[in-house]
C-alpha cells in the first residue's frame, strides 16, 4: 500500500509559496535601491510577472488541483452519487485556471469582452461578476458537504479570491495612481499572488481530506 503524506505535502507547497513570495519581493527591494535586475532574477522570481517561475509553481498548484477533483469526480460517477457533474465542472474551471496562468488568457479576455470599460474595472467588475455567478451556482453542491470540508473550502476559496479580488483593487489604485514601479505596488501585488498561491493550496488540502475520508477504500486498478 503507498501512503500519501498530504499534510507533510500541503505544508511543503505552503513554505514553497511563502518563500517565492518573500524572495519576489526582496529581489523588488534591491531593484529599487540598487536598480539591479541580479543577472534577471528579478524577472525570474517576480510573483506578478508572466512565464516565471512562480507562474509555473502557480500553473502546478491549479493543476493539482484539477487532479484531485477530476479523480473525485470520476470516483463520484462510479459509485453513482450525486453531483457528479458539479465536480467535473469545478474541475474544468481549475483546468482552465492552470492553463491560463501559463497562457495569460485573464489579460486578454476582459479586453476583448468590455473594450470600451475603464481599464481600472476591466479586470475586477468581470472577476466580481464571475465570482458572485459561479456562487449562486455552487451554493446546493456545497451545502451537501462535511461540514469540515466545507469550512476548509470556504476559506480557501476566501484567501483565494481575497488575493484576486480585494487586494487587487487597491493595487490597481496604486498602478494608476504612482504607477507600477512603486514599492507599494509590488508589495500589494506581492500579497495579491501570495494570498492566491495560499488559498489555491488550502483548497487542494480540504480536497484531499475528502477524498481520504469518503473513498478511501478505493483501489486503484489499471486496466488494458
Not at 1 to 16: D, E, G, S, T, Y
Not at 37 to 53: A, I, P, S
Not at 73 to 98: C, D, E, I, Q
Amino acid at each position: 500500500m503507498i501512503v500519501f503524506p498530504a499534510r507533510k505535502f500541503c505544508f511543503l507547497l505552503l513554505v514553497i509559496a511563502t518563500a517565492l513570495s518573500v524572495i519576489s519581493f526582496v529581489l523588488q527591494l534591491v531593484l529599487w535601491s540598487t536598480g539591479s535586475h541580479v543577472g534577471g532574477l528579478v524577472f525570474l522570481m517576480n510573483v506578478d510577472l508572466e512565464q516565471n517561475v512562480p507562474t509555473w509553481f502557480s500553473s502546478i498548484l491549479h493543476f493539482l488541483v484539477f487532479l484531485v477533483l477530476t479523480t473525485i469526480a470520476v470516483l463520484t460517477k462510479n459509485s453513482a452519487r450525486p453531483y457528479f457533474l458539479h465536480w467535473a465542472f469545478v474541475a474544468l474551471l481549475f483546468g482552465l485556471f492552470s492553463l491560463d496562468e501559463v497562457a495569460s488568457i485573464h489579460d486578454q479576455l476582459p479586453v476583448k469582452l468590455f473594450p470600451n470599460l475603464n481599464t481600472f474595472w476591466r479586470w475586477i467588475f468581470p472577476g466580481s461578476l464571475f465570482v458572485l455567478l459561479l456562487s449562486v451556482v455552487l451554493i446546493p453542491f456545497v451545502k451537501s458537504l462535511p461540514t469540515e470540508i466545507k469550512n476548509r473550502l470556504f476559506v480557501g476559496w476566501s484567501v483565494f479570491f481575497g488575493g484576486a479580488l480585494v487586494v487587487e483593487y487597491p493595487a490597481r489604485l496604486v498602478a494608476h495612481t504612482v504607477g507600477e514601479h512603486a514599492p507599494l505596488y509590488d508589495l500589494l501585488t506581492t500579497i495579491e499572488e501570495g494570498c492566491e498561491m495560499v488559498g489555491v493550496i488550502l483548497i487542494l488540502r480540504a480536497l484531499l481530506l475528502y477524498l481520504a475520508a469518503e473513498f478511501n477504500d478505493v483501489h486503484l486498478q489499471i486496466r488494458d
